[in-house]
């Protein structure tokens, strides 16, 4: 096979555009090293996507497609399930793994739900003596959750809640009429519902719009008002003229030669040469899985078992986000006039965790994402509302049918449902992993993932209890849950390991190299200049959705490596 080698040897190469790869790309090049990124997926502006599309422009109707698995208006080129790139699991065991594929991988059509980890996050094996500890604290990671508000900008409101600390935020949109009636049920009931904390701009900032409010973030925003790699971080790197970005390139292996990294090798997928290019530090950023597949398929005399694996613990530790959603019709909501309800493509308000462990038989917490409303209708509307009639036996309103008594019944059902989805963290078990399946190769021949994960009853009882407070929320607020209380046998309605798409935790960080693959700067205990900087590197899940903690933590490792090069350490 012939391996076309570049002269150049850059000061870093970057794999992945994405959430890591893009804060550390935006950094380092700031910072005046000379950075090559090599991105899987093609090239992605979203100046020049469907933002405005009407579904009845398209005969799918905005429907799914095999490439978009969320409708082909969305902003997300991958998915579960990407042609020429299988995954396999373990008999019995069960994961789901979403991938995106574009310049700035999953952060084109994420939900920007924003949260910061808060103190005990940190330290929960201090408290209940599950999982680990993180080497570091809140305290380490605030500066850089600060220096992301400014740099992206971010709303939210500051309410002294002592494990969901604030930040600095731009003023919240007004709630929404559901979010309104949602929120005047849990003031009832002691919970707390409070303005969501959305990376999307409601000021102008740094030179981008803010939101005009047309609702569809998840085709991701050509004028730049809400947060994403190739929108915010990628065009202000290239201006330094420092980055280079290749695309297109599916990185094979990371090359190791006498203790260092020597940089990557990588297939061109247009035409399917194989290319080999030089650099003095290697930041993996292709997600969590990718990056600990790269590393596991990286061997050499010196690391039989992959790179930087002495500990054997990459790929182990994996986790995902807990979840499970219910939904509920609201009968004050029914046969509702024409009203504005514009808004961000995302929730106004949520609630954050607020019980005491020590009176629940689960460990950890979650927090609860609300939908409803009236989106744009299109592809699969409503689901069929004939199929109402089944789901609400004694339900106000008997629909279905032709004509004006069918547009009536629309009319009618149209922005009555409101939806409770909960995320709540997992434990890390070490059993719960990704290997290398010796068995399957990739449309390029490089070993693919295999996957061995399953819950624990800790997960199942904090799911039960979701269930049941989702439930008497609908109730409180006078409606009716669509479907029964799932039972025990069911899993209480517990999704699949991987569908809440937060995997972390396959090259976790630690103080020592015997338990952890990297250190406290996402740095590779084996090989110092190999740097991990996607959600491997976290020790725990906490419920809060992880791409910010992914980028204050990349940030934090760009800031070291950069002073690492000045001492002429790297
Ligand atoms: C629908 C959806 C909603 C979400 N909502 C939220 C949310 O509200 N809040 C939140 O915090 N998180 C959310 N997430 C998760 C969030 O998108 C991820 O946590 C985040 O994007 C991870 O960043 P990353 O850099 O690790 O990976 P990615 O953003 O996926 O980027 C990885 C990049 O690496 C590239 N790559 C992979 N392998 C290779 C290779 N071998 N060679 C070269 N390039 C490669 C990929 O093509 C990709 O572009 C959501 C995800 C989805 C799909
Ligand atoms: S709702 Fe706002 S941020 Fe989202 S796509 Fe529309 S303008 Fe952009």
């Known amino acids: 096979m012939q391996i076309i080698e570049s002269a150049e040897e850059y000061d870093v190469c970057i794999v992945g555009s994405g959430a890591g790869g893009g804060m550390a790309a935006h950094e380092l090049t700031k910072a005046g090293a000379n950075v ?14 469907a933002m405005f599309n009407w579904p009845y422009e398209s005969p799918r109707r905005g429907g799914p497609t095999r490439r978009q698995p969320f409708g082909e208006f969305d902003a997300c080129f991958g998915g579960w399930d990407i042609e020429g790139e299988p995954y396999t699991t373990t008999e019995g065991t069960e994961f789901d793994w979403f991938r995106g594929r574009m310049l700035g991988g999953r952060t084109n059509h994420w939900g920007r739900i924003s949260l910061r980890f808060g103190p005990d996050d940190f330290r929960a094996r201090s408290k209940d003596g599950m999982g680990d500890d993180w080497p570091i604290s809140y305290q380490d990671v605030k500066p850089y959750y600060d220096r992301l508000d400014r740099l992206i900008g971010i709303f939210g409101t500051n309410e002294g809640i002592p494990n969901a600390p604030g930040g600095i935020y731009m003023d919240p949109p007004e ?5 309104h009636l949602i929120k005047d049920a849990c003031d009832d009931m002691d919970i707390p519902c409070i303005p969501s904390r959305l990376s999307i701009l409601t000021e ?76 003095k530090v290697v930041v993996l950023a292709a997600s969590a899985c990718e990056s600990a597949r790269l590393l596991l398929n990286s061997k050499s005399s010196d690391f039989p078992n992959g790179l930087a694996n002495s500990s054997g613990v990459v790929g182990k530790y994996l986790m995902d986000s807990t979840g499970t959603s219910v939904m509920g019709l609201i009968p004050d909501l029914m046969n509702m006039p024409a009203h504005n309800e514009d808004g961000t493509g995302g929730m106004h308000l949520y609630i954050p965790w607020w019980k005491d462990n020590s009176n629940l038989d689960f460990a950890r917490g979650y927090h609860v994402e609300l939908w409803g409303g009236r989106g744009m ?26 004509g004006k008594e069918l547009k009536d019944d629309y009319r009618c059902y149209y922005g009555s449902m409101v939806g409770f989805s909960g995320r709540g963290e997992s434990i890390a078990y070490e059993d719960n992993y990704c290997e290398i399946d010796p068995d399957m190769v990739d449309e390029w021949g490089i070993p693919v993932l295999r996957f061995n994960y399953n819950w624990s009853d800790q997960e199942y009882k904090q799911v039960k209890h979701m269930q049941e407070t989702f439930r008497n929320i609908i109730d409180e607020m006078g ?58 590197s976290f020790v725990s899940q906490p419920h809060k959705n992880p791409t910010w903690t992914i980028m204050a933590l990349s940030m934090r490792a760009s800031e070291y490596i950069v002073d690492q090069m000045e001492k002429r350490n790297l």
């Open 36 to 49: 090559l990124m090599l991105e899987a997926g093609g090239w992605f502006d979203s100046e020049d996507f």
């Open 175 to 179: 709630p929404r009429c559901y979010e």
């Open 204 to 279: 102008p900032h740094n030179g981008r719009a803010a939101c005009h409010y047309c609702g569809q973030c998840n085709r991701s925003c050509s004028t730049h008002s809400n947060f994403s790699s190739p929108s915010v971080l990628l065009p202000p790197a290239l201006e330094t003229g420092n980055l280079e970005i290749i695309n297109n390139a599916m990185v094979r292996e990371v090359t190791y030669e006498d203790g260092k990294a020597t940089g990557v090798s990588y297939v061109n997928k247009e035409n399917g040469k194989e290319y080999k290019v030089k650099s």
């Open 377 to 402: 209708p299109s592809y699969g509307f409503m689901g069929g509302i004939q199929n109402y009639n089944d789901l609400f036996q004694d339900g106000p309103k008997r629909s279905g049918g032709y």
């Open 479 to 536: 409606g009716e849950a669509m479907g029964d209380m799932p039972s025990k046998e069911d899993g209480y309605g517990i999704t699949n390991p991987g569908q809440i798409i937060h995997e972390v935790g396959t090259t976790r960080m630690g103080d020592d190299p015997k338990k952890s693959v990297l250190n406290e700067y996402c740095q590779a205990h084996d090989v110092d200049n190999l740097f991990v900087t996607d959600g491997g």
